[in-house]
């Protein structure tokens, strides 16, 4: 299913199953995770319910600063994220297209970076949705 730019996609597993197979994507391919939001936990240490929501904040600083260098202003948009939710019935996991940041952005020149961008996040979201083996 795609919204806009947002590209969600549905997982068998639960939240804590699909982050932690994001996370050793990372790994394997050797991305740095600069963050994990749990904002379903900050949700409960403010004593309010929030179904689980996890944000992943990760990149390559070789990439992104010939992004930055660029368009500084795309650093807002960096690094990238992936938002993983458990659904009303189902685990959804969600991203930005980066190539829809040429549109916003002085970016024309940075098309294949973007382009292999989409191509990580697209891979690390269909390990994590695979069915488990």
Known sequence: MQVDALIVET???DVPATVERIRAGLDRRGVALFA???????ARDAGLELA???????GNPAVGTGLMQADPRVGIELP?????????????VAFRDPR????????TE?????A???VLLDQLV??????AT
């Open 80 to 92: 990238l994220r992936i938002l993983v939710w458990a659904g009303a019935d189902a685990t959804r």
């Open 36 to 42: 994990v939001v749990d904002h379903a936990g900050a």
């Open 100 to 107: 829809a940041l040429v549109a916003g952005y002085d970016l």
């Open 110 to 114: 940075a098309q294949d970076t973007l």
């Open 11 to 13: 997982s068998p597993h």
């Open 52 to 58: 689980d929501e996890v944000v992943l904040i990760f």
């Open 116 to 118: 292999r961008l989409r």
């Open 126 to 131: 269909a390990e994590a949705v695979a069915p």
